[in-house]
């Protein structure tokens, strides 16, 4: 009997196609972002409102996934987003494979942000990187404030954390606070955001965020960084 | 939740590996799974044994070395474990801690039959 040593994340294949999206992705000048989180948290509301805010002036990308339908590109669609749906059949995660089969036919020439909206699951798309370069993850005040803890390997992999629904806390007993404190044990580095995407509070704070990160990206691609 | 599709990606990492070891048998895979990682053992024990079932790997034992979440106190260095999911620090009580351990998900080695 011998060993024989390995020494790999299973996730290396993922993980190898994820930074091929990723030069594409900087190829095309492209700021991305993969949003994470269960259904029902507000992302297509989110990207719906964000759209509204900025598709006249801003080429816009979403990569859509979902097990089955095409409801959350149709509603993407008709707020000025470009982009393609993949529906999983039953996978409960994109996974980069998944990326790169659609880069292939998605025009990324005028863009200059991709939303990739990840099926509903607050588990399995945390392990598998996309090609992005923002991994976010969106909570909304009717989940229980429990949630950063039972879900650890999300809030610590993201580095920004969206807390959705405020506009919902007068009808809630929802600590904040409490959440807050939690994903910062979790990811310490992370950024933290509080919005309504439905009354539009916080979303200036966060289309702003959006722009400043997509135009540095786009500065340091410039120079040769 | 996936460890069908896990276990298709480790017995890639498998299949490379055991390329170089013309014809030997496969007995172990030794792997660390994180207990933050989102992947179950028994889960992935049972979609191991539907996935190998009646192929080359069919009796290969896997050993799983389950790793839990550990982490250091960025204030007073303290390193632990947490045994249950408390957070914050348990010397000093401050929530300025880094996760070092538990997200794992690696194949570390392979024992075969010389």
């Known amino acids: 009997m011998s060993r024989v040593d390995i020494e790999r994340k299973i996730q290396d294949e ?11 992705f900087t190829e095309a000048g492209v700021f991305v972002m993969n949003i994470i989180s269960s259904p029902g948290s507000g992302k297509t509301t989110l990207l719906e409102a964000t759209l509204d805010r900025l598709a006249e002036r801003v080429n816009i990308v979403v990569i859509e996934g979902d097990i089955s339908t095409e409801r959350d590109m149709d509603r993407v669609r008709a707020r000025g987003a470009s982009g393609v749906q993949i529906n999983t059949g039953g996978g409960c995660h994109l996974s980069s494979r998944m990326v790169a089969d659609v880069l292939e036919d998605l025009d990324l020439s005028d863009a200059e942000l991709v939303f990739i909206e990840n099926v509903g699951n607050l588990v399995c798309p945390s392990t598998y990187d996309l090609g992005e370069d923002v991994r976010m993850v969106l909570l909304s005040t009717t989940e229980g404030d429990d949630k950063p803890m039972k879900y650890p390997a999300i809030f610590h992999e993201a580095s920004l954390a969206v807390l959705n629904k405020i506009d919902l806390l007068p009808h809630l007993t929802y600590d904040m606070e409490k959440v807050e404190k939690e994903i910062r044990v979790l990811n310490p580095e992370g950024e933290i955001m509080r919005l309504s995407a439905l009354t539009g509070d916080g979303m200036d704070a966060w289309v702003d965020w959006i722009m400043e990160r997509a135009r540095a990206k786009k500065a340091s691609l410039a120079d040769g960084g | ?11 890639r990492i498998v299949d490379s590996a055991m390329e170089q070891q013309k014809g030997s048998k496969l007995r172990k895979i030794f792997l660390d799974v994180g207990r933050g990682s989102t992947i179950e053992p028994v889960l992935l024990k049972e979609a191991f044994a539907v996935i190998t079932d009646g192929g080359p790997y069919d009796g290969t034992e896997l050993v799983i070395n389950d790793i839990p979440i550990a982490g250091v106190c960025r204030d007073c260095e303290k390193e632990f474990v947490y045994e249950e999911l408390a957070f914050g620090c348990p010397n000093c009580g401050s929530t300025n801690i880094k996760i070092t351990a538990g997200l794992e998900l690696d194949v570390k080695a392979l024992e075969v039959d010389d």
Request: aromatic share 0%.
């Open chain 1, 14 to 24: 993922n993980d190898r196609l994820a930074e091929e999206n990723r030069k594409v």
């Open chain 2, 1 to 11: 939740m996936h460890e069908l599709s896990i276990c298709q990606s480790m017995l």
